[in-house]
């Protein structure tokens, strides 16, 4: 099965293969982070060999032709489906949340904005409506802007997160004001559950160990119920020792050598030696020598490929391919 780096390598080769004028148009209905890392990619690609280009064409040609539209409207059968087997008011619940993309499609043009600009057009509000804006985010996006703020402020802004159990339509409505209509749609939404004790845990988990202590150390004096509460919902690198050995298995086939090596060198001796069980004696030894061979890491570097193994072991749990043991499961569904 291909890694990330490798379909992310093909869909490039595609987009190559397809001319300048048909690949604008494929750009066009790709987030900010696909565009990105596309984008990275084929720059980084100057010599391809013939056999991967023609491997890469016959796949998508055999993929795309087991595609089939079923239905006319997907939004609209969604909708109906619901309907008919729940009853409106627990369909339409359900409804608002399947396909609320749509409803406040002017948060994309802040997950288009590095993390320093949104930051800067954030920076003079209430906590609460940063928060409320934040939960809109991915939760690495929402992380890098309050790592820019000074800790009181990112402190008070987690908070707020962290209680935060909806939003009404007249708070989208106070939202769109604050970001010149970023926000859209706000007199159509039901409540939209976002925020909440998880939300603030996902980017608490983003933002490394040291911020990590002083965000729950600030919750803990001021609600520690709530402070318990993000806690039993975070997941952490050392958190990977609750993994069986057929899902470290599935995270380990994942990872590239050098991220391994680096996110290790923060590890304790419990983990290390979980990671060398789980994999050949012949690789393990390799790990090892090269963890003994790497001289000091910056703390920083350490903490950022933990952050990418995470990523991986969330997108393992979405798709099904791993379960996370004590029922911490349920924080990445």
């Known amino acids: 099965m291909a890694n990330e780096d490798d379909r992310i390598e093909n869909a490039a080769i595609l987009l ?34 013939r056999e991967r280009v023609e491997s890469v064409l016959d796949q998508f040609t055999h993929e795309a032709a087991e595609q089939h539209m079923l239905v006319p409207d997907n939004d609209e059968y969604v909708k109906s489906v619901l309907r008919k087997a729940l009853g409106d008011d ?22 288009w904005m590095d993390a320093a600009s949104v930051a800067e057009l954030l920076r003079n509000e209430h906590p609460q409506i ?18 820019t703020f000074g800790e009181r402020q990112r402190n008070e802004v987690l908070i707020r997160i962290a209680t ?7 708070a ?20 939209s559950s976002l925020g909440g ?3 603030a845990a996902e980017i608490i988990n983003m933002m490394g160990s040291s911020v990590e202590t002083s965000a729950l150390d600030y919750i803990r004096e001021a609600d520690n119920d709530l402070a318990q ?17 057929k899902g470290f298995q599935a995270v380990l086939k994942e990872v590239q050598s050098e991220s391994l090596v680096l996110s290790l060198k923060g590890a304790t001796a419990e983990l290390r030696e979980k990671v060398f069980k789980n994999m050949s004696s012949r690789a393990a030894e390799t790990l090892r ?11 920083s570097e350490v903490e950022a490929e933990q952050k990418e193994m995470l990523k991986i072991v969330r997108r393992l749990v979405d798709e099904g391919q791993i379960v996370l043991a004590s029922g911490a499961a349920d924080d990445f569904v």
């Open 289 to 299: 020598e090269d963890l003994e061979s790497r001289g000091p890491v910056r703390v």
């Open 164 to 170: 935060l159990d909806g939003i009404q339509p007249t």
């Open 197 to 199: 004790a998880k939300a």
């Open 130 to 147: 940063i928060a409320a804006i934040l939960v809109h985010l991915d939760f690495d996006q929402a992380s890098s802007v309050l790592k």
């Open 229 to 245: 509460k993000i806690m039993d919902n975070m997941f952490t690198f050392e958190d990977l020792n609750k993994l069986d050995d």
């Open 16 to 49: 190559m293969s397809l001319g300048e004028e048909e690949a604008a148009q494929v750009f066009k209905h790709l987030g900010p982070k696909e565009v990105q890392k596309l984008g990275e990619t084929i720059a980084k690609m100057k010599v391809i060999p």
């Open 90 to 111: 627990k369909a339409n619940m359900l409804i608002d949340r399947i396909i609320q993309g749509s409803d406040v499609s002017g948060i994309e043009s802040l997950k």
């Open 172 to 191: 989208l409505k106070d939202l769109n004001e604050v970001l010149s209509k970023v926000l859209a749609g706000g007199d159509r939404l039901k409540k």
